[in-house]
């Protein structure tokens, strides 16, 4: 039977999940004009929308205010928890790395996108410039990110390891 | 003369810049005992602190709500714009691969650190094992990260690029 012999992709996103991309999609056109970027975000657990984000980043001035990170906020916010594993991250385009490493804090099980990098470049946005810098050696940076390793540098890590009552994450 | 042959590395941090990071090292300390992790960071811009950040995450809710970021949203919060460029970062820990890609989209002159990925991971924190997962190719990270390209996928970057009012970052 070919069917049973059919290779399957286990990152493919199953048809069902289309419909939350939409949402996300719907979610970034009506931010065009409410003076935000065209991203939007939805994350999903147990088959609801448990948290949305929309692009704030000129309305609110925050440069992290990106709709996955709005969308994570959002969700933790409402269920009053530092950790969505077992949930997934819609989104209508790529998350840039700040979002993507986002979603790896914030422990998600599972990122989807619609439209791409390339798109988000298309449009004037630098997501693509900023994963090719971040392959790059910082040392060939425009923005120089430098080690200064001073005295009291261990004295947080050492001050947490010594707390016993410590959360951790 | 020796002096005027030596070699000066650009991206070293003059003396003068310790204060900022030891400042950001007193955050980092103060926060441990006050719920959070042990960062701490510091936005100057004209040789003044704009923001300030300690991390956030198990006590607000906030995956993302890291030192670096809450300096970052801080600063632009106070002053009122969503890009710092002529502003430098300065934190008590290497930024995450989260919190470097936040100082790039905030257009930030230079970041400075401290302790880096290395003592962060001695204390438990991912941040060093994330800059390694972004190296590799995404197919083998245990967060599948799939593109799925629906037909409404550019319809945001369109409805952007058709929108003569909007507000590029």
Do not use: K
């Given at each position: 039977?070919?069917?049973?012999?059919?290779?399957?992709?286990?990152?493919?996103?199953?048809?069902?999940?289309?419909?939350?991309?939409?949402?996300?999609v719907?979610?970034?056109?009506?931010?065009?004009?409410?003076?935000?970027g065209?991203?939007?975000?939805?994350?999903?657990?147990?088959?609801?929308?448990?948290?949305?984000?929309?692009?704030?980043?000129?309305?609110?001035?925050?440069?992290?205010?990106?709709?996955?990170?709005?969308?994570?906020?959002?969700?933790?916010?409402?269920?009053?928890?530092?950790?969505?594993?077992g949930?997934?991250?819609?989104?209508?385009?790529e998350?840039?790395p700040?979002?993507?490493?986002?979603a790896?804090?914030?422990?998600?099980?599972?990122?989807?996108?619609?439209?791409?990098r390339?798109?988000?470049?298309r449009?004037?946005?630098?997501?693509?410039?900023?994963?090719?810098?971040?392959?790059?050696?910082?040392?060939?940076?425009?923005?120089?990110?430098?080690?200064?390793?001073?005295a009291?540098?261990e004295?947080p890590?050492?001050?947490?390891?010594?707390?016993?009552?410590?959360v951790?994450?």
């Open positions: 039977m070919t069917s049973s012999t059919a290779q399957v992709d286990p990152t493919a996103a199953p048809p069902q999940e289309d419909q939350w991309l939409v949402r996300a719907n979610l970034a056109l009506r931010n065009v004009t409410a003076g935000g065209p991203f939007g975000a939805v994350v999903v657990r147990g088959g609801v929308a448990v948290g949305t984000g929309q692009n704030r980043v000129t309305r609110d001035h925050d440069p992290t205010a990106h709709a996955e990170v709005m969308a994570i906020r959002d969700a933790c916010g409402r269920l009053g928890v530092f950790s969505l594993a949930a997934c991250l819609y989104s209508s385009c998350p840039c700040l979002c993507l490493t986002a790896l804090w914030a422990r998600l099980d599972r990122v989807v996108y619609a439209a791409n390339n798109d988000a470049a449009a004037g946005f630098d997501d693509r410039a900023f994963y090719d810098l971040l392959r790059r050696d910082r040392a060939a940076w425009p923005m120089p990110v430098v080690e200064r390793r001073i009291c540098a004295a890590i050492e001050a947490w390891l010594a707390y016993s009552a410590r951790e994450y």
